[in-house]
């Protein structure tokens, strides 16, 4: 078995007496779909708070690409090859949609000590960030600003975002909430592809999605991992049809 | 030692004036959760309100208490022209506008009352000393300053601590929308705070007048004080600007009456007195710095 | 070049480089000295206020203290001069390096902080900066220090009006320069990018504090040389240079001219000047003795630039197109 990209070692988070995060070890191995899902509130978009740097955990470690990154600053993790989309779209808004992943390119293409050249045309950022627009689907909208683009195309927009690193994993929180049925199809087939050269975590609350893309699954509720296996397993394991599922079948 | 306590108290004393100006701010900012630079103009207003009422009744309580009503207007008024815009906009905003009262009222300030400075005399009920201690006397003006501003401290932590516009500060800063769900008139009850936040800026103001003296620009720097005290204090939180403000209060009383002392050990005399209020200001913003550094958001601010 | 020229900013913003370029030929030719001492403060304010942009308007930083470069690199002139240290090269090098240090040491300390806190801490450092220039009893405290005015033997003699201007002005020409660069540069994005959604910049790989306090030393040196020219300006070092309404107005300059506008502060520093001139005389007329109180008139204004014209003079000269 190869060795996993990702590994969480009994992660705690509390939030007060809220147990948001409890003794939670999951891991994410390369070329791999690994879907974490859970009902509202379970403390998903919580773990990859902690996994990206953005909260710290009270107890337990983190690994990533082989090094303990539990106290490691976020952008540094990044630049071990964390990327990610957020759950609340998050974009640069007064930035047209072409500067957005020409930032992200930037971000990846070591320091920005740089003030006298105009990376306005820089083509080693604007090249790689017109292909990676095409590529996500939104190459005619690069001069948009990204404030003025429609749901679906900012979510789009993070997604390219979060590949201009370069990922070796990308932490997908949601990606599809809020998309139309088409839009969520074209995603489904866009990260298929995509998962050869990026594992991912993806978080999604689309069960078809979810059923389609991952190769495991682990159910997240009130904090604890109560299920990980393959989607067949999920689907016939009993705790989860009573925590979770059955609420979906009710 | 009778010395020292003298100077505790003239700190107390100091603190509390500090902690009535503070109080305002970090109830608007708290609530609001907005800047208000003019806070320190209404100090200023008090006290000539004041000077003028004092000396048109002819009487030193008269007058005060005819002041704070007036105070209180002044403060609704200003809300609802200027103020009320602005709860709904950045920081940056506020800042500005606010900066803009300033000028308006120092200049108002000037063209009213004039350039030169007031005074206004120490009442004669009061122009005494008393004994806090056996064979320890202390200025009565100075005693009742403190017993005002304990009282309105008292007032002010039962305010937090048994009403509903308590329980809306204790729950945290700037949460809007849940004083909209708790079926509170937002726009009353703001106008309101902020009234009571002038009435007690210029009440300090006032009480401040015959220690000190009544000028254009009396607010500017005090403000900037109390604004460091709510920073230390951590914003939105009563308990902190009063504690900050105590600190804040003896950390000036011991630089003026025990740094010259120091200082002279290794300066000339009259040096010493002149660059003691000056450490002792640094002082504290040093301890804001330290405070900031240490706790980004204040001794009792809410985390993010 | 030619096409900027057709577009109202650009047509504005050449006219007013153009006047400010021979303003020294012009107060002569109509015999006008004050309008030339003017002159030299718009353009060392200026300066500061393209400083102040650079993390203001380019990063989002509210800094309320900006007002205390000038008074390190005021006095750092000052103090070297009053010890007997009268070369420019030697005054003008340490006080940059003063301002520098300075700058870096506090950004370290307050870009910890965010929003209000940060806006209040940076006003602490002004404050503690002030109290400490006032408290230099052997630098005159509180009334300031008269000092002569660096010398560049051989080069340039400040004394004169005229060539101080010119010394002035080029350097208001050089900052402009840099901070058009700098504004559109990889350094720039990235600063512009994190006062639009620090998360997502951190998220990107940027270590957004670094980038920040890069941006508020480079600030605070360019702060500290309207400081070092102020002092020369008038002679002259006190606290009052760098009191928190000094601060106050640098910010008012900004907004007023346009945040994030590279000519913005240029715009804001004149208007400012001009309107502080002119509306005496103006509400004179209006009625003889009025035009004493007329902060009466520009406190109001202020308040309704904050809230109604935030995009400052910039934004009513067109679209900007970047
Ligand atoms: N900063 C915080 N302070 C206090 N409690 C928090 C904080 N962030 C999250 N929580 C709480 O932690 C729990 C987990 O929240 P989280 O956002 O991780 O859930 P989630 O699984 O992502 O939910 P959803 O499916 O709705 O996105 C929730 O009860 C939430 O209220
Ligand atoms: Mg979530």
Known sequence: MTEPLLRTERLVKRYGGLLATDNVSIDVRPGEIHALIGPNGAGKTTLVHQLTGVVAPDSGAIHFAGRDVTRLATHARVRLGLGRSFQITSVLREFTALENVALAVQ????????????????????????????????????????????????????????????????????????????ESQRLIGFLRALKQKHAMLLIEHDMDAVFQLADRITVLVYGRAIASGTPDEIRANPDVRQAYLGEEAA | ????????????????????????????????????????????????????????????????????????????????????????????????????????????VRALWGPAGKSIAVPGFLNRTIEILPGVPYPAYRFAIIVVGALVAILLAWLVARTRLGMLIRAGASNRRMIGALGVNIELLFSLVFGLGAVFAGLAGLMAAPIASVRIGMGDDILILALVIIVIGGIGSIKGAFIAAMVVGQIDIVGRAFLPDILKTFMSSSAASSAAPAISQVLVYVLMAVVLVWRPTGLFGQRT | MMAALRTPRGLATALILLVLAVLPLLTQAFDQRYLLSIGTRIVIWSIAAVSLNMILGYGGLVSFGHAMFFG?????????????????????????????????????????????????????????????????????????????????????????????????????????????????????????????????????????????????????????????????????????????????????????????????????????????????????LAHKGWGEYWMIVFGPLLVLIALYARGGIDSLLGRRHE
């Open chain 3, 72 to 284: 390190i690199g005021g006095y750092a002139v000052g103090i070297l001069s009053a010890e007997g240290v009268s070369s420019g090269w030697i005054q003008w090098p340490v006080a940059l390096l003063a301002a520098t240090a300075w700058a870096a040491l506090i950004g370290a300390l307050s870009l910890r902080t965010r929003g209000l806190y940060f806006i209040m801490i940076t006003l602490a450092f002004a404050q503690l900066v002030y109290y400490v220039g006032s408290g230099l009893e052997a630098y005159g405290g509180d009334d300031g220090l008269n000092i002569s005015r660096s010398r560049f033997p051989g080069l340039i003699d400040l004394r004169d009006k005229a060539s101080f201007y010119w010394l002035c002005f080029a350097l208001l020409c050089a900052s402009l320069w840099f901070c058009g660069r700098y504004a559109n540069s990889h350094f720039g994005l990235v600063l512009r990018g994190a006062k639009s959604n620090e998360l997502r910049m951190t998220a990107l790989g940027f270590p957004v504090f670094r980038y920040r306090l890069a941006a508020f030393t480079i600030a605070g040196a360019l702060g500290g040389l309207s400081g070092i020219l102020l002092a020369n300006e008038g002679a002259y070092v006190s606290p009052a240079m760098m009191s928190w309404m000094k601060s106050g107005d640098l910010i008012v300059i900004v907004v007023l001219g346009g945040m994030g506008a590279l000519f913005g502060p240029l715009y804001g520093t004149i208007a400012f000047f001009v309107l502080e001139e002119a509306l005496p005389p103006l509400l004179n």
């Open chain 1, 107 to 182: 971000g990846h293409a070591g320091h920005s000590f740089r003030f006298l050249a105009d990376a306005r045309h820089d083509e080693a950022l604007r090249g790689p960030a017109r292909r990676l627009l095409e590529e996500v689907g939104l190459g005619e909208r690069a001069g948009t600003l990204a404030a003025s683009l429609s749901h679906g195309e900012q979510r789009q927009l993070e997604i390219a975002m979060a590949l201009a690193g370069e990922p070796s994993l990308l932490l997908l929180d949601e990606p599809m909430a809020g998309m139309g049925v088409e």
């Open chain 2, 1 to 108: 030692m009778e010395y020292l306590l003298l100077q505790v108290l003239n700190g107390v004393q100091l603190g509390l004036l500090m902690f009535l100006l503070a109080a305002g701010l970090t109830l608007t900012l708290g609530i609001m959760d907005l800047v208000n630079l003019a806070h320190g103009s209404l100090y200023m207003m008090g006290a000539y309100i004041a000077w003028t009422l004092i000396g048109v009744t002819d009487s030193f309580v008269l007058g005060t208490l005819l002041a704070l009503p007036a105070i209180f207007l002044l403060g609704v008024a200003v809300e609802i022209v200027v103020i009320r815009k602005l709860y709904a906009r950045d920081h940056l905003t506020q800042v500005l506008a606010t900066f803009g009262l300033i000028l308006f009222f120092n200049e108002l």
